[in-house]
């Protein structure tokens, strides 16, 4: 089981930035594959970005590419998503996820085992 805890939301003003963090539990985060999605209300789950276990592999949506970018630090099994240039179409609710099975789907949710409780971020314009 893996217990993932996301923090660092908040109200922003457009142009501002956050860092989210998501903290995990689990003796083996270093092999996880770990992925950021949002959701804003009325609209589905969206792929925000995603990082194999040691970090060489990232991934983003078109729409955050450029101001997005995910991290980890698995001594500190953490990932964190550092957002810039924060638009009022970048409010949703974020949601870290972790695959457990050792592939790399990146933007697929279904590949995901387990899902953070969500951190609100809202941008004002």
């Known amino acids: 089981q893996v217990r993932l805890v996301e923090s660092g939301g908040g109200l922003v003003q457009a142009g501002g930035s956050l860092r989210l963090s998501c903290a995990a539990s689990?003796?083996?985060?270093?092999?996880?594959?770990m992925g950021w999605f949002r959701q804003a209300p009325g609209k589905e789950r969206q792929f925000v970005a995603a990082?194999?276990?040691?970090?060489?592999?990232?991934d983003y949506s078109d729409s955050v590419k450029g101001r997005f970018t995910i991290s980890r630090e698995n001594a500190k099994t953490t990932v964190y998503l550092r957002m810039n240039s924060l638009k009022p179409e970048d409010t949703a609710v974020y949601y870290c996820?972790?695959?457990?099975?050792?592939?790399?789907?990146?933007?697929?949710?279904?590949?995901?085992?387990?899902w953070g409780q969500g951190t609100q971020v809202t941008v004002s314009s």
């Open positions: 990082i194999t276990w040691n970090g060489g592999i990232t």
């Open positions: 996820a972790a695959d457990t099975s050792g592939a790399y789907s990146a933007a697929e949710p279904s590949a995901y085992h387990y």
């Open positions: 689990g003796r083996t985060f270093s092999t996880y594959t």
